[in-house]
Every structure is written in C-alpha cells, then in structure tokens.
C-alpha cells in the first residue's frame, strides 16, 4: 500500500511511485506512437468517411466505456475495503483474547504463551497463505516442538485456531475456566476463522472474467481507433489527446486489476505483512516480552 503525504500539486507532474504510469506506460506510448503515424499519414492517405466521422462517435462510445469501467473499479475498490475491514477484526479480535487471556488466566503465564503465540502464527500464516506463500514457514516459529503437528495439516491457519482451541480445552478440563469463559474465549476463535472464511471468499472468487475481458477489449479498441476520429479535427494534436485519454482508460483498467486481488504485491495491494506485525506486537506485549520488534516502515513509500 502506497504510504506517502500527500502531493504538492507541482508534485503531480513527476511523481511515478505508487503511480500506475509505469504498468500503462507502453500502452500509451503505443497509443501517441499510432496518433503521430495518423497525423503523418493523414494528408495523403484518404480514408473515405474519415472526415465525416469526427469525434462524436468516440464521445459516446467513451462514455459507455467510462460508466463500465467506474462500474468494475467500484465493484474492485469494495472487495480491497471488505479486504482490510476483515484484517482490521482479526486485529481487534486478537487483541481481545490476549486481553482476555490476561485477565482469566492470570497465574498460569506457560499456558498464556501456548495460546498466544500461535495465534499470532495464525496472523503471519493467513497473510502468507493469501499471497501464495509458505505458511508453514511463517508459522513454524511460533509454535512449541509439541505443537509442530499441525503445520501438516492442509489449512495451517485453521489447524492452528485448532491448536489454540486445545490450549485453552487444558483448564476448562482442570476446572480452572468455567464452561461460560471458555465459550467467551471461543467465540474470539469463531472470529479469526471468519476473517479467514471472508479473506479465502475475497480471493477465491474474481469479478466474472467475461465482463473483465470486455472491458480489456472495449478499451483497446476505443484507444486504437481514436487518433483516427480525432486526426480530422485535431490535427497534430491527436497524438497529445490520444495519450492523454488512453492514460485515463488504461490507468483505470490496471487500477481495477490491483484492487480486484487485495491481498497481493503490487503497490496498491493491502500491507498484510504490516498488519500481522501489528498482531505480533500487541500479543507480545501482552505477554510481557521486551523488546517488542518494531512496526514495519514502508520501503519507497510502499508499505507491504
């Protein structure tokens, strides 16, 4: 996620990070280097019709592309905000039974840790699992060599909910947390596996590729056939306006293609590292350890 203050707005003219101009560049130069060949071509080459053809056309083919293309990126923009509003509850909600865990099981800190720290693999594993990496790996570190079974278990984040659910099993079985407590510590569990349920949802699930494909088509063709209405109006300027309207059309798409995955790397996507840190911080020092480890920073404004 792009973290920076916000622009000057001289600032605007050369700012490329966290811009989508890179990914977009080689379309729209692509677009001005076919405007440039129009406006070469256009004082020898008679098109019949290209004179009478003009820009209305082009007006409202694109304002039908530009009503679709807000229609998708809202449609992304909302999966990117459930995206973080579910990460914002696994925060919440881990805090909570580390505050919980606290106050009910004040004397017994061996088994606070046994419950605490796997729930913070829980958080390092889910944003692995997201982002197609190694759970195993990322939760391997906070679990006791008795707990390790469960990094064989295919959804390492839901086996490791199960690891904390026994943990907690060990006093309501001694008698030390009543049955009412224990379904309150419970209910937390039920929580963080539906963040996980709501995250695998968002992910597994893609906006309808036909309708994605189409508007990747709809665009390219708008911005080919472009220079062509505009030449006999504009002149040499339909290389200027072409970019600058391919710019918009293309900027738009390959926004909407960040937000649809969420949970990803480009520099628009979610900081799920950041968050899980954020999860690994607070347990910690629920736990009493010092020194905790710092928040992670952003690198050249993005903050992963």
């Known amino acids: 996620m792009i973290v920076r203050p916000r622009p000057r707005s001289w600032q605007l003219l050369y700012i490329m990070r966290g811009s989508i101009v890179p990914a977009i560049a080689p379309k729209v130069a ?9 406006s070469l071509s256009a004082g020898w080459l008679a098109v019949p019709g290209l004179d009478a053809l003009g820009v209305g056309p082009f007006t409202l083919l694109g304002l039908a ?21 579910l990460w914002g509850q696994l925060v919440l909600e881990s805090r909570s039974l580390a505050r919980e865990c606290n106050a009910l099981l004040p004397e017994d800190e061996t088994l606070r840790r046994r419950v605490l720290r796997p729930a913070i693999g829980f958080a390092v594993a889910l944003a692995a699992r997201l982002r197609h990496h190694d759970p195993r790996a990322a939760a391997a570190p906070w679990l006791e060599p008795d707990q390790a079974p469960a990094l064989d278990r295919a959804n390492i984040p839901d086996a490791l909910l199960a690891v904390v659910a026994a943990e907690l099993a060990v006093p309501l079985r001694d008698g030390r947390l ?3 407590l224990y379904a309150m510590l419970e209910a937390r569990l039920t929580a963080l596996s539906g963040v996980q349920a709501g995250c695998e949802r968002i992910l597994a699930t893609p906006l309808p590729f036909a309708y994605t494909l189409l508007l990747h088509r709809f ?9 062509f209405g505009l030449v006999g109006v ?50 910690l020092d629920g736990l009493g350890v010092a020194p905790l480890p710092a928040p992670l920073q952003p690198e050249g404004y993005v903050l992963r």
């Open 30 to 38: 692509a677009i001005f280097g076919l405007g440039v060949l129009t």
């Open 65 to 85: 592309l530009s009503i679709f293309l807000s229609f998708r990126n809202n449609a992304c923009h909302e999966r990117w905000w459930e995206g973080r509003k």
């Open 178 to 180: 009543p049955p009412y």
């Open 219 to 227: 665009a390219w063709l708008f911005c080919v056939l472009l220079p």
């Open 234 to 283: 504009l002149g040499w300027a339909t290389p200027l306006v072409s970019a600058l309207l391919a710019y918009a059309f293309f900027g738009l798409d390959r926004l909407g293609d960040e937000l649809e995955d969420p949970f990803g790397l480009e520099p628009n996507d979610l900081p799920l590292d950041a968050l899980a840190r954020i999860v690994e911080i607070d347990l």
